[in-house]
Each structure stands twice: as C-alpha cells, then as structure tokens.
C-alpha cells in the first residue's frame, strides 16, 4: 500500500510539471478585436507551441510580426469576462487580418463563448487585452537540430526550436568553444537557427536566450544535443509581478469618441435602424456645409439605431453629444441604450440644427451595452438629420490604450533557486538587427564582457540533454505499474 502511494505521488508530480501556474500581468491594457473560428490549423505557424491546454490563437499579419509573437500569452476580456490564450498562427487574408491598426484575434469557439455571446455576434469590436505570462511550472523544452543532409551534426548549422516557455523569446546568442565572440540566431515563427559566420561550432557551447521580458538564462551544452527529441533544459522564466501592474485589472476597451462623424467610427453599424421610409448616412446636408450627415425619414416610432458587435463598456461614459435638425419642432423624441425608450430628451429638437449633450448616466444604461437608439417617439413621421455623435470621457477614463504596441514591462526577477548571476554577451558594433520583438535578421557579434557582471535576471543552466520522457508516457507507465501491484 505504501507503494501504490508513493507510485501516486510520483505521478501527480509528473503531472503535475506542466500544470499551468498563474498568469502574471506584464503590460498594460490594449484595445483589440476578436473574431471565433469553429476549426483551426492542425499545423500552425509558429512551430514553438506546445501549448498543454492552453488554447491558441491566430493573429493578424502584422501583430504576428513574422513570428516574433509566437508563444506569448495573452489575457483577453469581453462582455461576459476573461480567457487566456496562446498565439500559433496567422491570418492573411481580408480586410481584418491585412489591417495594421490593431490586434486581431481568431480564437476557438470556445475561448469565445467564455468572454462574449457567438450566438448574437461573430465579432468583438471592444476587446480588452493584456500580455501575461503562460503559467507553466515546468521547465522550458527545446528540440534542436542539424542541417538536413546531416541532423545530427552542428558544425556549419543549429536550428533549436523553444517550448513551454512562461514568455516569448527575444534572442537567442550562441557561442561555441574557443569562440571569442558570441553569434545571433535568426528566429522565425519560433524557430532560431544559427548558420556558421566566423567559425565552426564545437561544444561545450553556450546559449545565451533572452526573454521578452528582460529575463536572461545562460544554458551550456556540454555535449552535442541529441536531435529531433524534447529535451528539458532544466530552466524556465519566472516573471516576477510589476506593482503597477498587480492591481491592473483590464476591463473592455475603450470606445472610439466617434459614433458618427462624416461615417461610421469601426465598428458601429446602422444596419438595424427600423421604420423608416428613406435612409442615408452620407447626406450632404450637413450643418457645416461640409462633409456628410445622417438623414433619415422615419415613421411614427422609427428609429436610427446604432449597433457595436460585442458590446461595449459604459463606465468611462459621462456624456454624449450629438446636432440635430428635424423637419418639424418635436418634443417627443427619445435617446436609449438596449431596446425600450424609457423618457424623452430634455430639450426640443427643431428644424434648425441644434447641438444636445446629454448625461450616459440619465439614459438608464447598464455597466455593458449593445447598442444606442435615437427614437421618434411619436405616432407620427418625422424627417432627422444627425451628425458629430460623440462620448465625452470621464477623468479615470483610460485615454492612452494602445492597439499595436503593448510592450512587456521590463521584468528582472531576482535569482532563485539553481540560478546564479550570469555575465552578459556586449554588442561589439551594431547589435542585433530587426523589428519588434526581437528578431534577428542577420548575424550579428557579440563580445563577451566578462569584467561586466550584472547583477540581472541571470539564470545559469548546464545540462548534458537529459531527455524529457513524455508526460502521457509516464501516466500509462504509472498506471500501468498500479494495476500489477493491484
């Protein structure tokens, strides 16, 4: 019996190596979009994902940013609340994988269902989103291999693919032995690869891989790396939380000032305006003579209603204003959030062009809303120009959301553990080239500074590529093992 037990205990820590840990906050909170997907890719871009339950997501060309985003994780909020997803791949075709404005996300159907309502809507226009990290508590695998005429050898080529990694990596330098100078690895949609520059690659050789975050590991390979099988690399990046960011809890983005103003603002639709006998949103009849306006003529209780798939946010609300000029003076006319007119507008609107601001909190909404209504509240047809729709801000109200540039705060974790200070490889004239995230486009040099400790988020891992037994290999094993002594 004490058997059985310990064989359990041993397979709960197996097990339990790659159960996810928390997802800590690194960046501020971003304004994006989502989209569902009923089916993904069975072979993903990024070829670094070993996502053990995490779910994925695909990206838009250019947040993908040619793989520089593979394997980070992201905590993404709707209307109805939050998911964590992992990014594997990529999106080239329409309008919203092309654009370059702002994230777009395509996750599963079920990430979707958890954070909006697939059945009301196919898109998420307010998305809240923030970088975190992936939570896993085992150690960061890496699968390395040679040129293809010959895989199992490195001298003139290396190519190592990174897993399970808590965040993504920014750069990979290696430097092999008698080397004077350490050598970048060009990464690709998670895959580094180092093509001989100077000289040839003989071990032991050392990595010296940098996280997104600022976090340093130097791995030495004592040996030459067995090929094309996981090995465990006896280390993993441990972001340690942020204060400024532990109580930063992202709620939906913000919405555009502008519903209307010369068009509709992304993400706004008209479509499911109702009784009326004409509509336009591109009238020239505008109150400054410039430009268009909405007109529409509408029959008694008729309506111009504005709709935003997924939802938005009404707390950052205070105001919102708008000019109108209607055919005939009328004090039956209405402004509402969801679908029932609870009370008319104050003031009377008339035949000549009249600006409104109205407070959001009279309009009787709730914290997260669909749509907003401008109603003619009468049995009679009325004749509506509208123009300049537009929210005023209150003071908490988060201006500064970016929608492309979220940036990791740089993180240093102090040691822990078998981590000790590592020395850092200095640039010995230009550094390493290439966009966001990090990735090489060349391979550049570096010096090593042995003089320049620093006391950073060095980590020192030396491994002779022990092997990482799969974690399905070892449940049937134990369980196998179990039913005998049974």
């Known amino acids: 019996m004490r058997i059985s037990i310990i064989l359990l205990s041993l397979l709960f820590l197996s097990l339990n190596s790659l159960i996810k840990a928390d997802n800590t906050k690194l960046s501020v909170c971003g304004s994006a979009r989502a989209v569902p997907t009923a089916t993904q890719n069975p072979k993903p871009t990024c070829v670094n994902v070993n996502n053990q339950g995490i779910p994925t997501a695909g990206l838009n060309s250019a947040a993908f940013n040619n ?25 080239d075709a329409g309008d919203a994988c092309t654009q370059s404005d702002l994230f777009n996300f395509i996750i599963p159907n079920e990430e979707f269902d958890k954070i909006g309502n697939r059945s009301d809507y196919g898109n998420i226009f307010s998305l809240g989103y923030q970088i975190v990290s992936c939570g896993y508590s085992g150690n960061v695998q890496g699968v390395f291999t040679g040129p293809s005429s010959s895989p199992n050898t490195f001298t003139y080529f290396l190519s190592v693919v990174f897993s399970n990694n808590n965040v993504a990596i920014k750069k990979v330098l290696i430097k ?28 032991p050789a050392t990595l010296y891989i940098t996280s997104n975050t600022g976090e340093t590991i130097t791995y030495k390979m004592n040996s030459r790396p067995i090929t094309n099988k996981p090995i465990d690399l006896d280390f993993q990046f441990n972001p340690k939380t942020i204060s400024s960011l532990e109580n930063n809890e992202c709620s939906m983005a913000l919405l555009p000032q502008y519903i209307y103003q010369d068009g509709l603002s992304y993400g706004w639709v008209d479509s499911q305006s109702f009784n009326y006998v004409k509509f336009t949103d591109k009238s020239s009849d505008t109150k400054s003579g410039s430009g268009t306006c909405i007109n529409a003529q509408l029959d008694g209780h008729g309506g111009v209603k504005f709709t935003r798939e997924g939802d938005f946010q009404t707390s950052y609300l205070d105001k919102l204003s708008f000019d109108i000029k209607t055919s005939v003076d009328s004090s039956s006319f209405a402004v509402y959030f969801g679908d029932v007119a609870t009370k008319n507008i104050d003031p009377l609107v008339a035949s000549t062009w009249t600006t409104v601001e109205l407070n959001v909190k009279s309009l009787t909404n709730n914290s997260v809303e669909g749509s907003i209504t401008f109603f003619n509240n009468q049995a009679d047809p009325i004749n509506i120009w509208l123009d300049n729709i537009k929210w005023t801000y209150t003071d908490d109200a988060p201006l500064d959301q970016p929608t492309m540039d979220l940036i990791e705060v740089n993180n240093k974790p102090s040691t822990s553990g078998t981590g000790t200070t590592s020395s850092k490889p200095s640039s010995s004239g230009g550094g390493v080239s290439g966009g966001d995230g990090g990735i090489g486009s060349d391979s550049s ?32 094993i134990s369980i196998t093992i179990l039913s005998l002594l049974f």
């Not at 985003?69 to 791949?89: F, W």
């Not at 008698?178 to 520059?197: A, C, D, F, R, V």
């Not at 090593?448 to 449940?475: D, R």
Request: with cysteine; glycine share 10%.
């Open 67 to 91: 793989g520089a985003r593979c394997g980070q994780c992201y905590e993404l909020t709707g209307p109805l609340g939050k998911t964590v997803v992992m990014v594997a791949d990529v999106c």
């Open 445 to 476: 040099i570096y010096g090593l500074s042995s003089e320049n400790q620093e006391n950073q988020s060095g980590h020192h891992a030396s491994s002779n590529t022990n092997i990482l037994l799969p974690t399905t290999f070892v449940f049937f």
């Open 176 to 203: 092999g032995l008698s080397w004077p100078l350490y050598e970048s690895l060009t990464g690709q949609n998670g895959n580094w690869k180092w093509n001989k520059n100077s000289y040839e690659l003989q071990f």
